[in-house]
């Protein structure tokens, strides 16, 4: 039988991809059915008002609104980061600040989301919004590319949350396990890519630094993961006891 890591470079496309031609989906839902997706977020931590707004705003004035998580990894994220007792979180790629405020709502009245956004635009509208919210104090957002703003941070943070261009994604899990506590967490979003990360025949530049990550993730003997087919596919990772 094949060994896991071995199927990373060999799994070929399979037939449900293929008929969808090379694009893949264009929504983030399509490899769990709808249905499946709503009722695990009813049965989860419900979504605030402050992030209802946020999200209704972001379909209605937004190119891109798939791209906020939702309620489903809204409160996946809320769950982690109690898990880990989290006062200092760390997300890379803010867009219009739903992530960031459903990960606020759980902090105590101490504790900060930083937040790295290239984007002023995105950075302003997100700052309109958690100004609604009781949490949104607890929101720092610093506008740049992130992997500046990230050599200038000093860690440790409990929760890290990476959610920006993929092209960047080993840089910045690299640089995260320098800035995440002993005891925190990283996570990774999008990391199934609609499916498109079991195209080894001819990915795209997006889809190709996903599977570069992937395989670093999964041969880091630094660090223990787990890839969730939550949603677009999360990356859940501790790091090992030095
Ligand atoms: C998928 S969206 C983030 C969604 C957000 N986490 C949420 O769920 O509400 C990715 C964001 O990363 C930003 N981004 C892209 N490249 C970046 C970079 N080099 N540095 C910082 N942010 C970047 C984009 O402008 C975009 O707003």
């Known amino acids: 039988m094949t060994p896991p890591r071995a199927r990373l470079y060999t799994t070929p496309m399979p037939s449900w991809f293929k008929k969808r031609g090379a694009s893949g989906g264009t929504s983030p839902g399509d490899l769990v059915p709808t249905e499946i997706e709503e009722y695990a977020a009813v049965c989860s931590a419900a979504e605030s008002d402050a992030c209802k707004l946020i999200r209704a705003e972001t379909y209605r004035t937004q190119d891109c609104p798939q791209m906020v998580v939702g309620p489903l990894e809204g409160a996946f994220l809320k769950v982690m980061a109690l898990a880990v007792g ?77 959610d920006a261009d993929k092209a960047n994604y080993v840089n910045y899990y690299r640089r995260t396990l320098d800035l995440i506590s002993p005891t925190g967490v990283i996570l990774i979003d999008n990391v199934l890519w609609s499916g498109r990360v079991l195209n080894t025949h001819d990915p795209d530049p997006s889809t190709a630094a996903i599977q570069e990550l992937n395989r670093v993730v999964a041969s880091d003997p630094r660090a223990t993961a787990a890839l969730l087919t939550l949603r677009d596919g999360v990356f859940v990772i501790k790091p090992n006891p030095r």
């Not at 890379?92 to 405020?101: E, H, R, V, W």
């Not at 740049?144 to 703003?149: F, K, M, Q, S």
Request: proline share 4%; charged share 25%.
């Open 86 to 162: 989290a006062k200092r979180v760390l997300e890379i790629g803010t867009f219009t600040g739903y992530s960031a405020l459903a990960m606020a709502e759980v902090l105590p009245d101490d504790g900060a989301v930083l937040t790295c956004e290239i984007d002023a635009d995105s950075a302003a509208f997100a700052r309109r919004y958690w100004d609604k919210s009781l949490h949104g104090k607890k929101i720092h957002v610093r506008v740049g590319p992130a992997l500046e703003t990230m050599a200038a941070l000093k860690g440790p943070f409990d929760l890290i949350f990476i």
